[in-house]
C-alpha cells in the first residue's frame, strides 16, 4: 500500500499540487476577518502547526528551546504572509463561521 508520503511525491512529480493531506482541524483560517485576526490567534495558530509537524504537544526539556523557536518563528511569518494578503472579498464574520463550524462537526458527530 502506498503511504501518504510517496503519494504526495507521486503527485508532485506529476505536476500536481497535494495540499491537504493531513491538514489539522484545528488550524483555523485567519485571512479576512472582521475584525482582523490578533497575535494570539496567530500564536495559536503557530502552535498548533508546530506540534502538528513535531508530532509532540509538550517538548522534552532538550526540545523546548528549540519548539519555542519554532512557535515563534512560524508566529512571524504568519503574521507577516497576513498583512501582505488582500482581498477583494468582503471580510468573513467570525460569529456566522464559528456557527458553520459547530453545525459541520454535529453533524459529523451525530449518529
Excluded: W
Amino acid at each position: 500500500m502506498e503511504s501518504a508520503l510517496e503519494r504526495a511525491d507521486s503527485e508532485m512529480t506529476t505536476g500536481h499540487l497535494l495540499y491537504a493531506v493531513g491538514m489539522c482541524r484545528n488550524i483555523r483560517t485567519l485571512h479576512n476577518f472582521e475584525p482582523p485576526a490578533n497575535t494570539g490567534e496567530v500564536h495559536d495558530a503557530a502552535l498548533q502547526y508546530v506540534r502538528k509537524i513535531s508530532g509532540s504537544t509538550k517538548p522534552s526539556q532538550a526540545n523546548a528551546e528549540a519548539f519555542e523557536r519554532a512557535v515563534e518563528e512560524v508566529a512571524a511569518a504568519t503574521q507577516r504572509l497576513l498583512d501582505g494578503l488582500v482581498s477583494s472579498a468582503p471580510p468573513k464574520d467570525r460569529d456566522v463561521e464559528a456557527a458553520k463550524r459547530r453545525a459541520r462537526s454535529q453533524e459529523r458527530f451525530a449518529a
